[in-house]
Structure formats: C-alpha cells, structure tokens
T-cell receptor
Framework: DAGVIQSPRHEVTEMGQEVTLRCKPI?????LFWYRQTMMRGLELLIY????????DSGMPEDRFSAKMPNASFSTLKIQPSEPRDSAVYFC????????????FGEGSWLTVV | RKEVEQDPGPFNVPEGATVAFNCTYS??????FFWYRQDCRKEPKLLMS???SGNEDGRFTAQLNRASQYISLLIRDSKLSDSATYLC???????????FGAGTTVTVRA
C-alpha cells in the first residue's frame, strides 16, 4: 500500500511568496494531521482533520497559515506570505479510527524561505 | 515546562553495547505512551508502544513508571542500523492528541 504522499519534497522560495504544500493520505485513514519540525521547537502539531473537517487548528502559528481538506484524498497547507522563520520540515500524517493513537507520517516537505 | 522531556544525547555506543535512556512527562493524566524512531532527514516511524507492565520487541525493551512519570527505552546488542533519534510520545487519551519529545540521538559505531 502506498503511504502518505507529500509534495513538493523540497522547496526553496523567496520571502513573501506563497507556498502550497500538498498531501495525499493513506486510503481509509479518517484523520489527517499537519506537523512542523524544526531544530528549535521539535515536532509541533499545526492542525488536524477528521473526515475532512478541521477539528483543531490551535497550533497554526498565525493567519499566514491556512489548511484545507476538500476531500478524503487530498489536503493542502498554504503559507502566504512566507517568511524565513517558516523554514522547516512540514509533515503530513494520518491515522485511522476514533480511538487511535498511532499515526503514519509522510516523508515531509522541506521548506526553505530565503 | 515542556510536556515531554528527553535527554538529547547524543549517546555514542559501540556495536553490541546496551544503551538506555529515559523520558519524563509532566501530565499525570497521560494514558498512552510510545517510542517513535526518526532517521536522519526522514519521517518519524512508530517503534513500539509502551505498556504498563513493560514490553519487549526483539532487542528493544520499554518500561513505564507511572509513579515517577517516566518512560525508558533499552536497546540491547546495538547495531549500526539503530543509529537514529528516538522520540518519546505521550497521549492524554484524546484521540491523536500526541505530545512529542524533542528526541534522544543514538549513534552506534563500528
């Protein structure tokens, strides 16, 4: 089975540009998570969805960040405008079932904002 | 105070050695505990769940001490392939509300 698929794998962009990160979750996983990982802050949960509905976006750092899940097989995380401090690895992850705790990560999108 | 704290290491050990490290958690209401493994420039992957009575998975042994609020991981007969960062993960029972530690780096040398 295909795992969580993220794109782009690497992106370098200039400050002020819009960045869109994409995620295709594992089929059947009804939970989808966006995490950010930096050396300074470790892994942080940004937002998660259940059955395509955003449940908790309290981790979204500011209004420049937005996430959508228009259907069960696709989600986006958008940063507009991007800033150098947004440079990080962004992971999409999925889980199955309301009692679950195990999540499966994609390979990540490595973002550098210069 | 961070919800999950880990000694960042690094722990540098020779092949075949035993290495052990702990993580502490601050919320006594935590209910589920896990170790994830993250290789350099890769995504985190579940290594093992941690059960109250302690559990083994091959060369890996996990222990939970609820009274002192810490979790441990022991790796026996270390292999070069065990070199990675080990993330301690704690859940308070709300589905998927996971708190990740910053990780403990283990390097196994030949």
């Amino acid at each position: 089975d295909a795992g969580v698929i993220q794109s782009p794998r690497h992106e370098v962009t200039e400050m002020g540009q819009e960045v869109t990160l994409r995620c295709k979750p594992i089929s059947g996983h009804d939970y989808l998570f966006w995490y950010r990982q930096t050396m300074m802050r470790g892994l942080e949960l940004l937002i998660y969805f259940n059955n395509n509905v955003p449940i908790d976006d309290s981790g979204m750092p500011e209004d420049r960040f937005s996430a959508k899940m228009p259907n069960a097989s696709f989600s986006t995380l958008k940063i507009q405008p991007s800033e150098p401090r947004d440079s990080a690895v962004y992971f999409c992850a999925g889980g199955q079932g309301a009692l679950g705790n195990t999540i499966y990560f994609g390979e990540g999108s490595w973002l550098t904002v210069v | 105070r961070k919800e999950v704290e880990q000694d960042p290491g690094p722990f540098n050990v020779p092949e075949g050695a035993t290495v052990a490290f702990n993580c502490t958690y601050s919320n006594s209401a935590s209910q589920s505990f896990f170790w994830y493994r993250q290789d350099c420039r890769k995504e985190p992957k579940l290594l093992m769940s941690v059960y109250s009575s302690g559990n083994e998975d091959g060369r890996f042994t996990a222990q939970l001490n609820r009274a002192s609020q810490y979790i441990s991981l022991l790796i026996r007969d270390s292999k070069l392939s065990d070199s990675a960062t080990y993330l301690c993960v704690v859940s308070r029972g709300v589905p998927y509300k996971l708190s990740f530690g910053a990780g403990t780096t283990v390097t196994v040398r030949a």
